[in-house]
Nanobody
Framework: QVQLVESGGGLVQAGGSLRLSCAAS??????????MGWFRQAPGKEREFVAT????????YYADSVKGRFTISRDNAKNTVYLEMNSLKPEDTAVYYC??????????????????WGQGTQVTVSS
């Protein structure tokens, strides 16, 4: 079992920045070669892929809508993955979820491929 807890969400003005964190516990990064991902879900919309990073941190993949603005990273020693969000837009408003892929498939963008999920953290960007 892997438990994931997100933090760092909040209210920010358009153009601002936030850094989300996702701390893992239980059978953690060292037990699996876990790929980690961030997804988001806005009201009335389906959950969508944001970014994913390989176990080593050497490979990262992004949705086109966030490419160049968001950066995913991880610290395996701290069992934590991060999402640095810059130049935020009102359309980035959503609940952001981190997820763990215990198979570590590179570049996995489909939510169904992830085995564990956090409870989510709200990000609200005002115009």
């Amino acid at each position: 079992q892997v438990q994931l807890v997100e933090s760092g969400g909040g209210l920010v003005q358009a153009g601002g920045s936030l850094r989300l964190s996702c701390a893992a516990s239980g059978r953690t990064f060292s037990s699996y070669a876990m790929g980690m991902g961030w997804f988001r879900q806005a009201p009335g919309k389906e959950r969508e892929f944001v970014a994913t990073i390989s176990w080593s941190g050497g490979n990262a993949y992004y949705a086109d809508s966030v490419k160049g603005r968001f950066t995913i990273s991880r610290d395996n020693a701290k069992n934590t993955v991060y999402l640095e969000m810059n130049s935020l837009k009102p359309e980035d408003t959503a609940v952001y979820y981190c997820a763990a892929d215990t198979l570590g498939v590179p570049g996995r963008r489909v939510a169904a491929g992830y085995d564990y999920w956090g409870q989510g953290t709200q990000v609200t960007v005002s115009s």
